[in-house]
């Protein structure tokens, strides 16, 4: 923990005289980002010096107290002074771990998300355009804004696939816990018998990369153009704006054809593909640490089974922290809060707990 206090130390240094040699007017997005990350690291340094301060008042005390000699009344005075020096120590250290475990590098990032249906045919693709509505209603509490990005719409109204981008501050922060399986149980509306089915519907989040963030060569893109295909209707375009890109050091692809201009299309595309490329390094990360990877909720495996949603018994359960609702409309509803914060608390408290944050000697 100590390095790592150091290095933000030192890192805020480089950026204060980054900040000093740039023009900010010419350098606009050089100059936003490090103002950001200025922003991010500045209150955690600010503690870290608060408690060095306080680290040098103490020694100096106990200097002092090692002179009082007899003078218990003088003894006394600067033990109580140690001992409040301490306990002021003791508090900043907990408000450092609230800071430290807030700052997730892609909390505050624009979040894709891939709906999939999985297991249950035409009923999994109805309950996808469900979670699609759920999610929108969800980020219109925040006035954030939805671009939908893919989507494979069969003829009922449901999606096989919609991949679409939310826009706003922290909205990664909220979203993250979605990743994985979704599983619904209810009476499906092409079922006339009244028979309760199990679905599922896959959910990949992704935090948004930027193209300073990924760097990807060109010539490992293979670009295909193709015409665009869906349910039908008076928007199925009748020429090759469709675009799909294969990431050729993977077998990567992504497809992309919401939009009529193929120019549009591509843009997207790329900007998936940059996401994709950087949760599979974020993924890589967590596998090399298995305690983290524990540790988080918002980083699970797309296979695993996280949420069921029983319609008839107007329940929503979340198996990865055992938390059961009897609010299924509201939830779906876009009123998801009760649950994300639920996560969010999770999380944070198993990482507190795992943090191994007692003041350093050498501070």
């Not at 896959?202 to 665009?228: G, Y």
């Not at 929503?316 to 914060?341: C, F, Q, S, W």
């Not at 969010?344 to 000697?361: D, G, R």
């Amino acid at each position: 923990m100590l390095s790592e206090l150091k290095k933000a130390e030192k890192r805020l240094e480089e950026i204060n005289d980054q900040v000093c040699k740039i023009n900010p007017k010419k350098d606009y997005i050089l100059h936003k980002s490090l103002m950001k990350e200025f922003k991010k690291i500045s209150p955690i340094v600010n503690k870290y010096k608060k408690i060095k301060k306080i680290e040098l008042n103490i020694k100096s005390f106990e200097e002092l107290l090692s002179e009082a000699g007899s003078d218990l009344e003088t003894k006394k005075m600067i033990e109580e002074e140690i001992n409040s020096s301490k306990l002021e120590i003791k508090k900043i250290l907990e408000e450092l771990k609230s800071l430290i475990l807030s700052v997730d590098q892609n909390d505050n990032k624009n979040v894709i998300i891939e709906i999939r249906g999985g297991a249950g045919g035409n009923e999994a693709a109805l309950f996808a355009e469900r979670l699609l509505r759920m999610y929108s209603m969800y980020s219109q509490k925040y006035n954030w804004k939805i671009e939908i990005l893919n989507s494979n719409e069969i003829e009922l109204g449901g999606f096989k696939e919609i991949s679409f981008i939310v826009i706003g501050e922290n909205a990664y922060s909220k979203f993250k816990f979605e990743s994985g399986v979704h599983r619904v149980q209810r009476v499906p509306e092409t079922e006339s018998q009244g028979r309760v089915h199990t679905s599922t519907v896959t959910v990949a989040v992704l935090p948004e990369a930027k193209s300073t963030e990924i760097e990807i060569n060109p010539k490992d893109l293979q670009i295909d153009t193709f015409r665009a295909s869906g349910a039908g209707g008076q928007h199925i375009n009748k020429t090759e704006s469709a675009i799909r890109i294969t990431y050729l050091p993977t077998g990567l692809v992504v497809e992309c054809q919401d939009e009529r201009s193929q120019h549009k299309n591509k843009d997207k595309a790329m900007k998936v593909l940059r996401s994709r490329l950087m949760q599979s390094q974020i993924e890589e990360q967590n596998a090399k640490t298995s305690e983290q990877r524990r540790i988080q909720v918002g980083t699970g495996d797309r296979s695993e089974r996280i949420r069921t949603y029983n319609f008839s018994q107007n329940r929503v359960t979340d198996h990865r922290i055992g938390l059961t609702i009897y609010k299924l409309e509201e939830i779906m509803n876009g009123n998801l809060d009760e649950i994300i914060d639920a996560l969010t608390i999770f999380e944070k408290t198993k990482l507190l707990a795992n943090a191994n944050l007692n003041c350093p000697s050498d501070i």
